[in-house]
């Protein structure tokens, strides 16, 4: 079977790769031979040992009955999306690797393959080569799946753990991430969470069989982080992830991405590098874990050509479209429930901690040796709502005896 790549970048490079090197045996799983007939990019690559592939002409792709896969691989949402509605009235499947295009644009495009007769498969799009969307959409259905808990960002997770290891500032680490190809130029999608927020968004919308808005989940990313949290997450054994979650509550689904202390007992916690962890909570399995590296050229390949041979071996239709509720679906962040490390500089540590207790009632102090820093005090709370923690700590910076909030992280429960 011919397919085509749009966008010659990492992982459409990747793709081609990955199917010029394992012909033989891709066929054999496939049971046929899988070609690529086309790649469409306006670049010229003169290099390329698939420069006699390339064109800039759309018709060459669209227009071509013998290709009967599309590979989208461009990235974004303006031409990517276009170019994937166009595949779909051609009567062409589509495999993507585009998190952001089906995070914002999933339900329409899947209802628009179901109705073309196609498929629309983006198992690439979370988690890089770790098999997770089709084992949640197909290995765990027998399940009613209770929640996801998960480290989904390679360049973040990398960057924490530098930032452990070597006792290195948020801002060296990541100028090590980019030195290494971890990280863009602009690492902001990544460090501020939203590649995060778009893969729990697809994520959940497959768990829970409705669409998740992504713009609806509150997220935070990594860049406030500081070594001082770090040291007073390990005076706690534990260390500091950027988590996703998500779970079922009542009728309506709760999400958030954000920095949080993780016990070194949770499974997570040991997730380092720029590996990836996802934990799927099943009311029939209990827990699975999924694990591998999240990122990077060919293990991204290798999802997207996996999911070309899903479609060469069933020739299916896309069957499952996510429905938009006509009611909100989604728990307001304020009504979430959480614990969270409260770090404070106090003009008096005595009235400090007075005046912490008017406010917060019970709390456990943390104890850590930072140099540099004397006028801290740094407390776990009880859980409670975020409109509650919102308000407290609100009523906290209003305290003569405190100087600064410094930094409020969430605890994750076991």
């Known amino acids: 079977m011919d397919i ?43 290099d390329s040992p698939d420069r006699e ?21 461009i990235g974004g949402i303006g031409v990517a999306q276009e170019y994937t509605k ?3 009235s051609a009567g062409k499947h589509v495999v993507t690797s585009n998190k952001e295009l089906v995070a914002v644009h999933g339900p329409e495009l899947l209802k628009i393959a179901a109705d073309n007769g196609v498929s629309y498969l983006f198992e690439a799009s979370v988690g890089g080569g770790i098999p997770i969307i089709r084992p949640l959409s197909q290995c765990l259905a027998a399940n009613i799946i209770n929640g996801i808990t998960g480290i989904l960002n390679g360049t973040t997770n990398y960057i924490l753990t530098k930032m452990r290891r070597e006792n290195c500032s948020f801002s060296d680490a990541l100028v090590n991430a980019q030195k290494n190809g971890y990280a863009e130029a602009d690492p902001t999608a990544d460090v501020e969470g ?32 500081t070594l001082a949290d770090m040291m007073y997450a390990e005076a706690m054994d534990s260390v500091i992830k950027l988590i996703a979650v998500s779970r079922r509550e009542g009728d309506r689904v709760f999400a958030r991405v954000s920095p949080v202390v993780v016990n070194k007992e949770h499974p997570l916690a040991g997730v ?54 006509d009611t909100d679906n989604m728990v307001p962040f304020g009504e979430s429930v959480t614990g ?75």
């Open 4 to 46: 085509a790549i749009l966008g010659y970048g990492v992982v459409g490079s990747g793709v081609a790769e990955v199917i010029r090197k394992n012909s033989r045996s891709i066929a054999d799983r496939a049971g046929e031979q899988i070609r690529v007939r086309k790649i469409l990019d306006i670049r010229d690559f003169p």
């Open 340 to 414: 969270c490390l409260v770090r404070v500089a106090a003009r008096n540590k005595n009235e400090a901690a007075a005046d912490i207790e008017k406010v917060f009632g019970r709390v456990e102090y943390v104890s850590a040796d930072i140099k540099g820093i004397d006028d801290e005090l740094a407390f776990t709370t009880a859980k409670m709502t975020e409109s509650n923690l919102s308000e407290r700590i609100g009523e906290l910076k209003s305290m003569r005896s405190i100087k600064e909030v410094v930094n409020v992280i969430r605890i994750l429960e076991l």
């Open 53 to 73: 592939l390339i064109t800039k002409d759309p018709e060459e792709v669209f227009g071509d009955p013998e290709i009967k896969i599309i590979v989208e691989t």
């Open 272 to 325: 380092e590098d720029v590996f990836n962890a996802i934990v799927v909570s099943g009311d029939a399995i209990g827990d699975a874990m999924f694990y591998g590296r999240g990122a990077g050229k060919l293990p991204t390949a290798s999802a997207v050509v996996a999911d070309v041979i899903d479609i060469v071996k069933h020739n299916e239709s896309t069957k499952t479209v996510w429905q938009r509720r």
């Open 194 to 225: 939203h590649d995060t927020c778009r893969k729990i968004a697809i994520l959940s919308s497959i768990a829970f069989n409705e669409y998740v808005d992504c713009s609806r989940i509150h997220t935070e990313g990594i860049s406030r982080i």
């Open 86 to 88: 166009r595949a779909f």
